[in-house]
């Protein structure tokens, strides 16, 4: 290890320091301010996470073998459905009635739209849909995971499927002009029996206040659906809302007209994801022989942080820690196959003990704790994480004065204190482009990158400061 000195005069290294204003005082004529530069080894590894929050923006659907490594990866999911405030359907003697007073849909259909996949669009996939339960419902501020079983959440009155669906990501039964436009969302259509839409309307008119919001609408009238997927390989479908669509017959006048009532699968409603992942715990086993990590999504397959803040801090105890920057660079991918896994764009850096509250509590990125970066030139450069490793030593001081612990017996109760995990994330389209106010959500789409490290020495660069007379 290698350290130099250097003189540097006083109004530029303050503009270099960290918040961290303990050894500041007043200063006298010939005070100066010594800086230093060291370089310490960081140990990272794969981490295998099986399970992450399961309540996402996105929802995803499909089966994916992974061309690189042979894990294999399903996706299935739930979503229960908004009503908008106020809702009003057209007075029933106005409606389309049988015999017995009751009012009749013309139909049903639910839509998945998607603006992104991976895989073959022409790939051939089956899915089943089933009816959830008004007196299971899922709980909005109930912590689910992705290894969830939702087949729980089904209606057992209901427990055969309510539809079933054979499609193609690129809808073959619409022309090319109208698939290639501009304005085409691409979905999936998905038809209902059509007395399930009459059951909702005539919900309305027994109880209008059933739909004056989302809660009384999933506890009384819709609970929502499980998409179960069935058949397919290759394809993975990212989707960006769903909607279920009830057409009816009223007359207005002397006129009859077709009506369109749509409840929509928003933010203001649970959508929760289910992955099941077989293979990653062999592909586990041959990265610790390895000299590179994996971040693998949806897999669960993270790269985990070693921090060296004793070895930062040893001899350095009343030292300022200004700058501390890691770099972790990507071996790049030979893989042949016509649909490689993506690149994730952008990291999380966050605590190890932090990476499931962090999502569930919707926390913003603190450059304390958390922090975020880019892919760019074929790396993940970090530029300075000082404010975390002086966290952690106050956290760690903190700790051992409260329980009289040794140091090694504090650390040994608490094995993840200097440990943080680099995780995938991606934003909320409605959040604002200020990185301090965004909303960071998992990114669970199909993305893989092997990066330095394991039994491949990583280098973390650290500069103090110091004042000396």
């Not at 397919?232 to 279920?244: C, E, N, Q, R």
């Not at 002086?390 to 051992?400: A, D, L, N, P």
């Not at 789409?445 to 039994?455: P, R």
Request: charged share 20%.
């Amino acid at each position: 290890m290698k350290a130099r000195f250097l003189w540097i005069a006083l109004a530029a290294a303050l503009g270099a320091c960290d918040d961290n204003t303990a050894t500041l005082g007043i200063l006298e004529e010939n005070d100066q301010i010594t800086s230093s530069y060291s370089q310490f080894q960081m140990k990272t590894t794969t981490l295998l996470v099986d399970s992450v929050p399961a309540i996402n923006g996105t929802c995803y659907l499909g089966q994916v073998t992974d061309p690189e490594t042979g894990t294999r990866i399903t996706a299935d999911f739930l979503t229960q459905f908004h009503t908008m405030e106020n809702y009003k359907l057209p007075k029933k003697e106005q409606m389309n009635q049988d015999q017995y007073g009751k009012v009749v849909a013309d139909s049903i259909e639910v839509r998945l739209y998607f603006n992104d996949f991976y895989g073959d669009s022409t790939n051939l996939m089956k899915l089943s849909v089933y009816e959830l339960d008004t007196l299971n419902v899922v709980k909005e501020g109930t912590e689910y995971y992705t290894n969830l079983n939702l087949k729980q959440f089904v209606n057992p009155l209901r427990s055969a499927p309510i539809a079933q669906k054979v499609f193609t990501p690129r809808d073959m039964t619409v022309d090319d002009g109208t698939l290639d436009g501009s304005n085409y969302y691409h979905n999936v259509r998905i038809k209902l029996p059509a007395e399930y839409g009459s059951f909702i309307l005539n919900k309305y008119y027994e109880n209008p206040d059933f739909f004056k919001n989302s809660f009384e609408f999933t506890h009384h009238v819709c609970p929502g659906f499980y998409f179960n997927l069935t058949q397919g390989d290759g394809t993975m479908l990212y989707l960006d809302v769903s909607a279920m669509d009830v057409y009816f017959t009223y007359t207005d006048q002397d006129s009859t007209m077709t009506g369109m009532t749509r409840f929509a699968a928003t933010g203001e409603v649970i959508q929760g994801n289910r992955m099941d992942v077989k293979g990653c715990e062999s592909l586990l086993q041959s990265a610790l022989n390895s000299s590179h990590t994996y971040i693998k999504t949806p897999a669960g397959l993270y790269t985990q942080l070693e921090l060296p803040v004793n070895d930062i801090y040893r001899n350095h105890e009343n030292d300022s820690v200004n700058n501390v920057k890691i770099t972790l660079n990507r071996y790049n991918d030979f893989n042949t196959s016509n649909y490689a896994l993506g690149i994730p764009q952008t990291l999380l850096l966050v605590r190890k003990q932090d990476m499931n509250t962090f999502f569930q509590e919707k926390k913003k990125v603190d450059n304390i704790t958390s922090y975020v970066t880019s892919f760019n030139m074929n790396q993940y450069a970090f530029s300075n994480i000082a404010r975390l490793i002086s966290h952690c030593r106050q956290e760690k001081m903190r700790g051992m004065s409260e329980t009289g612990l040794s140091e090694a017996e504090w650390e040994q109760q608490n094995p993840d204190w200097n440990k943080a995990v680099l995780i995938p994330v991606t934003t909320s389209n409605s959040q604002s482009s200020s990185s301090s106010s965004q909303m960071w959500l998992l990114d669970m789409k199909l993305n893989s990158v092997c990066l330095q490290g394991q039994n491949q020495t990583i280098m973390m660069n650290v500069i103090y400061s110091k004042f000396s007379r």
